[in-house]
């Protein structure tokens, strides 16, 4: 089984950034692909960045492609979500995942899920 505790989220102007972090734990995440999903108040949950278990490939959404990014320490078994430039549709509760599979896709199913960080972008 595998934890993930997901940090980092607040509140934040317009224009600002945030970095969450997601802390793994109960066994290595280095050979999984590993996600970065949120869900806005009356939204469905939507993907926004994902990455491959060595770094080699990412995905970002459209809306936040160019303003967030996605990395990880295998090392430290962490992944993290860099966000520069946010804006108020940014505002969700952002979730961790993990698949057991090597590649990310949005059209898999993640394995583990973390409880999710709320970040806030308000003036």
């Known amino acids: 089984q595998v934890q993930l505790v997901e940090s980092g989220g607040g509140l934040v102007q317009p224009g600002g950034s945030l970095r969450l972090s997601c802390a793994a734990s109960?066994?290595?995440?280095?050979?999984?692909?590993m996600g970065w999903f949120r869900q806005a108040p009356g939204k469905e949950r939507e993907a926004v960045a994902g990455?491959?278990?060595?770094?080699?490939?990412?995905y970002y959404a459209d809306s936040v492609k160019g303003r967030f990014t996605i990395s990880r320490d295998n090392a430290n078994n962490t992944v993290y979500l860099q966000m520069n430039s946010l804006k108020p549709e940014d505002t969700a509760v952002y979730y961790c995942?993990?698949?057991?599979?090597?590649?990310?896709?949005?059209?898999?199913?993640?394995?583990?899920w973390g409880k999710g960080t709320l970040v806030t972008v308000s003036a």
């Open positions: 995942a993990a698949d057991t599979k090597k590649y990310f896709s949005t059209s898999r199913f993640m394995d583990y």
């Open positions: 990455i491959s278990w060595s770094s080699s490939s990412t």
């Open positions: 109960g066994r290595t995440i280095s050979g999984y692909a």
